[in-house]
């Protein structure tokens, strides 16, 4: 995939009104498909790199003490000794994903952005927030920035709303769900 795939998907978008997203999942999909009926590929995923048309393979690999099949389980040592892509630290619970075109939000690069639905089981809570990680060739390359905050009580021991669902609305603003506050906020340019 090239430049000429990333264009494919523009013009795709502009003739047919058809979400870039929504092409790169129907085509993540398909591969996906068609990985998993190669036996031994059941655990296959594919993610697609919008902006550089670059595809991503990857798989599960399950811990074990004994190791049978390497291709789908590895020991605990081999699995430590994995160095992670990026670390956001402990107990903030980050679980929304999505990417952010560069220009999206004013001063936003391309990147990551991330739903923290924070600790519950600390005496000073962590996460509660919405991070950007700016992203360059396809990697991480910076720190966490903050998007949306304002979670916590001052003194970090109440929380007001808990983000988790990150997605970008059809209007391109950052929709984020808060499953305690019980709404959705919708965070645009000033």
Known sequence: MSRDFVGALLQLNAEKGVPREQL?????DAIESAYRRIPGNEDVRVRIDPERGEMLVTR??????????????????????????????????????????????????????????????????????????????????????????????????ESYGRPVGVTLGPDGSLLVADDVGNVIWRVTGA
């Open 60 to 157: 599960e690999r399950r811990c074990v003490a004994v190791v049978e099949d390497p291709l789908t389980e590895m020991t605990l040592d081999e699995a430590r000794a994995i160095k992670p892509d990026y670390a956001l630290g402990g107990h903030t619970a980050s679980l929304g994903l999505c990417w952010l075109p560069a220009g999206t939000l004013p001063g936003f690069s391309d990147g990551m952005v991330i739903g923290q639905h924070g600790s519950w089981n600390r005496s000073t809570l962590s996460g509660y927030k919405v991070v950007f990680v700016p992203f360059e060739n396809g990697r991480p390359s910076g720190p966490p920035r903050d998007i949306l905050s304002g979670f916590l009580a001052p003194d970090e021991r």
């Open 24 to 28: 790169i999942l129907t085509i993540s």
